[in-house]
């Protein structure tokens, strides 16, 4: 794509403004003409980078479809009513004490990227969340690439807007921001969400291929484990934007709480097949759990009787196949 000069000047000085914040963002055009965006995030071991066309992030730029998503007292509802909400995520607050600061080592979570944005997020305020939130970004599935340009829309101070995880259609996935902090997607009820968007388009006509459905649920699972959710519907009371039920929740339903946005639809009937699989794959995990202990003792009492003489070929097959198993597991006992 070819920048008008002028154009080329207010990119260069917005470029060294957001390098001067720590925030490096560069164009680069490749050989056949095409553009790409990279953004500096953080990664588990230090700095890294997203590369993303340069269309598809425009896109989100110029369609800013979660607009008003970083606003906690959200247009259409009264102050007094706003005020109520905030008193219970003060109450929240008092209860959960949650430290606010922490540590800035990167976590993880298995099988997504960690890619944590510089900006657009906040802290939670010592509240924990009670909501897993939902969302679609309106902008096509294109796997990997299109959860990269996402990620690089909210690495940019311009967009105003954040989420925890990015998830594609089948499955591939950005960890964007820690779930210890505040990401910006859904207005007054940011600070009690966890936020998942799941790159579609509201006419693609699927939210998610068998691999995104099988990810999405094993996010849902491990931060309703992590943070004490229950694998149920929640529900919330939009007159004053209080958390009624806790639990798993669309962005639709937060209404104006939640900025007044239409995503998840059309697919919020997909809902329930989620919370279905994450909460099979919360039973599996803790029966994998529970095996995982057995096979420790098995290894601890095997290596014991190793020790003490008591050694027999049986035995020690049985230590190198049980250590083999634990070793795949990622079990600590080994
Ligand atoms: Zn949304």
Excluded at 131 to 152: C, F, K
Excluded at 227 to 233: A, E, S, V
Aim: with cysteine; aromatic share 4%; glycine share 8%.
């Amino acid at each position: 794509m070819k920048h008008p000069t002028t154009l080329r000047v207010w990119l260069t000085i917005a470029l060294v403004a957001l390098a001067a914040l720590g925030i490096t963002v560069n164009v680069f055009t490749g050989e056949d003409g095409s553009t790409t965006i990279t953004v500096k995030v953080k990664g588990p071991s230090g700095p890294t980078t997203v590369t993303a066309p340069e269309p598809a992030v425009e896109a989100l730029e110029e369609d800013r479809h979660h607009d008003g998503a970083a606003n906690e007292r959200p247009e259409g509802i009264p102050l007094e009513k706003l005020i109520e909400g905030e008193a219970q995520r003060e109450a929240f607050a008092e209860r959960d004490q949650l430290p606010l600061t922490t540590p800035d080592a990167a976590p993880q979570t298995p099988g997504c990227n960690s890619r944590f944005i510089r900006t657009n997020y906040s802290s939670r305020g010592r509240v924990k969340p009670r909501l897993i939130v939902l969302h679609i970004t309106v902008s096509p599935d294109r796997g990997q690439s299109g959860v990269n340009a996402n990620t690089a829309w909210f690495a940019n101070p311009a967009a105003r807007v954040s989420s925890h995880y990015i998830v594609s259609g089948d499955g591939h996935c950005n960890y964007v921001v820690r779930e210890v902090d505040n990401a910006w997607t859904q207005a007054a009820y940011n600070r009690l969400s966890l936020s998942i968007e799941i790159t579609a388009t509201q006419s693609q006509g699927y939210l998610l291929r068998s691999g995104g459905h099988a990810k999405v649920s094993r996010l849902v699972a491990g931060m309703a484990k992590r943070w004490g959710i229950p694998i149920r519907r929640g529900a919330v009371n939009n007159s004053n934007c209080t958390v009624t039920r806790s639990g798993i929740v669309d962005h639709v339903q937060l209404g104006k709480c939640g900025g007044n946005h239409s995503d998840i639809n059309p697919y919020r009937g997909q809902i329930p097949k989620i919370i279905k699989t994450a909460a099979k794959v919360r039973t599996s995990s803790a029966n994998d759990a529970r095996k995982i202990a057995k096979w420790c003792r098995s290894l601890r009492i095997t290596r014991a009787q190793v020790r003490d003489g008591r050694t027999t070929p049986q035995r020690r097959s049985r230590a190198r196949s049980l250590k083999t198993l634990l070793i795949n597991r990622g079990a600590p006992c080994v």
